[in-house]
DNA sequence: CGGCTGATCGTG
DNA sequence: ACGATCAGCCGA
């Protein structure tokens, strides 16, 4: 369980108009938040992914693909860009750099930030799963399409501004040491030849 | 923990 | 046709 501050400023625009590399680092340990009706889910991201741009054959964007499905990861830092993965569920990403340079991070895992995340989060997946689902709370988001059910995150909230949302956005969350942080191969591009094998994500140890 | 499989639909 | 995945099941 992580302790944090009380009081939890918000991440600007400048933290996220870097480098997609630079910002899947720096976003290990921040706080995303999801104000939703049923109330606020907060998840500390735990591990996330970086997908660099046109010249990244593991990217929706490789080749120079603007679409209008890619078009936000197109979009200055801090856009979110979520897309339905295998017909079933949604992934969630955070656009990197500025405006024309597709970078962006794909947020892998978080945790919940409080007992009213994780009960939050629990009811979601449960939800979901219609049912009993005996793995729901040993695997609460350990996943992008896990996370953006336990999150409430859905198409709906694609191209959003996470800098100027009222309801969804990021903060400071924990502050991590470099030698927290561990790194590895993306998951799940196996088509992407030598990309595939790039340590591109990162995570908490 | 690692490997396998079916489910399911928007995008190009 | 084809996935930036998940859950359940198996075997070790």
């Known amino acids: 369980m992580y302790h944090l501050a009380d009081k939890q400023k918000r991440l600007e625009r400048d933290f996220f108009t870097r480098d997609g590399i630079t910002l899947a680092k720096e976003l290990l340990g921040k706080v995303l938040v999801h104000e939703t009706e049923s109330g606020i889910i907060r998840g500390v991201i735990t591990?996330?992914?970086?997908?660099?741009?046109?010249?990244?054959?593991?990217?929706?964007?490789?080749?120079?693909?603007?679409?209008?499905?890619?078009?936000?990861?197109?979009?200055?830092?801090?856009?979110?860009?979520?897309?339905?993965?295998?017909?079933?569920?949604?992934?969630?990403?955070?656009?990197?750099?500025?405006?024309?340079?597709?970078?962006?991070?794909?947020?892998?895992?978080?945790?919940?930030a409080d007992e009213i995340s994780r009960i939050c989060m629990e009811e979601l997946r449960m939800k979901r799963a219609s049912g009993r689902c005996a793995s729901v709370a040993k695997h609460l988001a350990d996943g992008p399409g896990k996370l953006c059910i336990a999150m409430g995150i859905t198409r709906e909230l694609n191209d959003m501004d996470l800098v100027e949302s009222k309801t969804f956005y990021v903060t400071e969350g924990i502050a991590l040491q470099p030698e927290e942080i561990g790194a590895g191969k993306r998951i799940g591009i196996d088509y992407a030849e030598e990309a595939a094998d790039y340590l591109w994500r990162f995570y908490i140890r």
């Open 47 to 112: 591990e996330t992914e970086s997908y660099m741009g046109e010249e990244d054959k593991g990217s929706h964007t490789y080749g120079g693909k603007r679409t209008s499905r890619t078009e936000p990861m197109y979009h200055i830092g801090g856009t979110s860009y979520i897309y339905l993965i295998y017909g079933i569920y949604d992934c969630m990403n955070i656009a990197a750099m500025t405006e024309g340079i597709p970078q962006a991070v794909l947020v892998r895992k978080v945790e919940p």
